[in-house]
């Protein structure tokens, strides 16, 4: 049996590279990393929306990689994390697939400081405003919805 390997395609990888390196240049201290500072961010924020959705979703996947790893240090995440909850703060042309696994990604997020809750109900607003809410995105409503009110 073959294990798929999940490769993050470009441009976003070399983004999530070009974060990583800043956030190791602040000495491993997570709070150090500051958007308003960074290079990365800077070149995202200026990429067209389809690019900036393109890196959502990528790192979205890119942090559950590494969550799975048990080696991995939460301060590895951090400029990841802060990055994509930044770009989330803009409305992008998600589709109904995009926001279910945005969704499933911040239901399976370990403590609620870092689901993104602010932006995933952004999201879900954004989608809404042109789209009927469908029993997928109920479900996962309901699903975050218990993950916040349950201790973590």
């Known amino acids: 049996m073959f294990l798929r390997r999940w490769r993050i395609p470009q441009p976003y990888r ?58 991995a240090a939460f301060y590895e995440t951090w400029a990841i994390r802060q990055t994509m909850q930044t770009v989330l703060r803009r409305r992008l042309p998600f589709d109904h697939d995009d926001v279910c696994r945005l969704l499933d990604w911040s239901i399976r997020q370990p403590y609620t400081f870092v689901r993104g809750t602010p932006q995933m109900i952004k999201v879900l607003q954004d989608h809404l405003k042109d789209h009927e809410l469908t029993p997928d995105l109920r479900k996962r409503v309901s699903k975050l919805t218990t993950a916040l009110v349950s201790p973590g």
Do not use: C, M, P
Not at 17 to 41: C, H, I, M, P
């Open 14 to 71: 070399a983004w999530i590279d070009d974060l990583v390196a800043e956030q190791q240049g602040q000495g491993y201290r997570w709070y150090a990393f500051d958007n308003k500072d960074s290079s990365a961010t800077r070149r995202i924020l200026e990429a067209s929306k389809e690019e900036q959705r393109g890196f959502v979703l990528a790192a979205a996947e890119w942090l559950d990689l590494r969550h799975r790893k048990q080696s």
